[in-house]
């Protein structure tokens, strides 16, 4: 599964750039950056860019996880961005623990829960749609403005933004979509939930019960996103290949399962 490591930055051209500049700029390779964008005919010519188009942005240096940062054009405002990423406004404040998040200055850089994902030969955009649990109008949503993308074409070497599995109050971290689980695999995510009681299950697409429901306790309750760590300790052993981890709260009114997060899990 061709998620990859490291730090990215979707950036909007603006009046004067040119790809040169911007590679010199970040420090980023100008040779990946043609081809994570796919800045090559029939998309576009050698290097010509447009103001309003958005590129994704390799950052030098190596770090264990896919992180995604948003860095902020004008006319943006945080309401826009969590629209753009399917994440809720209130997380995606506490996330980068902005204390006044009306407020943004042109060029500062946000965190996105978001993963990225390199086009392989044979893909489409549906089948990544399914592979990670993400609906074709939010994957498409996500990397709108992008040039090379369409929903009919996509290239090998071109970089997806993926949002990772959220609802209003919960976040998963890890596993990642489409990952193979295990017993003893961490489970990692924030919430804001009462009392700060997340609660946590698994099961097969048999719907055979693998991880029966647990509780695992945020660092913080609401009103605050608190983080959560546990493993996931298997009941029984799948019956199927592949499965959902599902992650939620129950009301403390009726005990209905409310802010259910699924991620597609591979055994």
């Keep these: 599964m061709p998620i990859v490591p490291g730090t990215h930055v979707l950036y909007t051209i603006q009046p004067g750039d040119t ?3 911007i590679a010199n700029r970040t420090g980023a390779s100008l040779q990946d950056l043609v081809r994570q964008n796919a800045l090559y ?8 860019i447009f103001p309003g188009w958005t590129v994704l942005i390799r950052l030098p240096g190596m770090t264990e996880h896919s992180a995604v940062l948003h860095q902020v054009a004008p ?14 406004l209130d997380m995606l404040a506490a996330l ?11 060029a500062q850089l946000i965190y996105i829960p978001a ?10 955009l549906y089948r990544i749609s399914r592979r990670f649990g993400i609906p074709l109008t939010e994957l498409m949503r996500a990397n ?16 997806l933004i993926l949002p990772l ?16 689980i295990r017993s003893g695999q961490p489970l990692v995510g924030a919430a804001r939930a009462f009392e700060a009681n997340v609660l946590y299950q698994v099961r097969d697409a048999a719907n055979r019960v693998v991880v029966r429901e647990q509780p695992v306790t945020a660092s913080e309750g609401a009103p605050a996103f608190g983080r959560f760590e546990t493993e996931l300790r298997f009941n029984q052993p799948p019956s199927a290949p592949t499965g959902t981890l599902l ?21």
């Design 19 to 21: 790809l040169y500049g």
């Design 41 to 48: 005919p029939p998309i576009t010519e050698p290097d010509l």
């Design 75 to 88: 006319g943006d405002t945080l309401y826009r961005i969590a629209e753009r990423y399917s994440v809720g």
């Design 96 to 106: 980068n623990r902005l204390e006044q998040p009306d407020i943004l200055s042109v």
């Design 115 to 124: 993963i990225v994902y390199e086009i392989e030969e044979g893909d489409t």
């Design 144 to 159: 709108r403005s992008r040039p090379g993308l369409s929903p009919d074409v996509i290239f090998p070497g071109y970089r």
């Design 165 to 180: 599995p959220s609802s209003t109050n919960i976040v998963v971290f890890q596993p990642l979509p489409g990952s193979r």
């Design 247 to 267: 992650v939620y709260t129950r009301s403390p009114r009726d005990g209905s399962i409310q802010d259910l997060v699924e991620v597609p899990v591979l055994f």
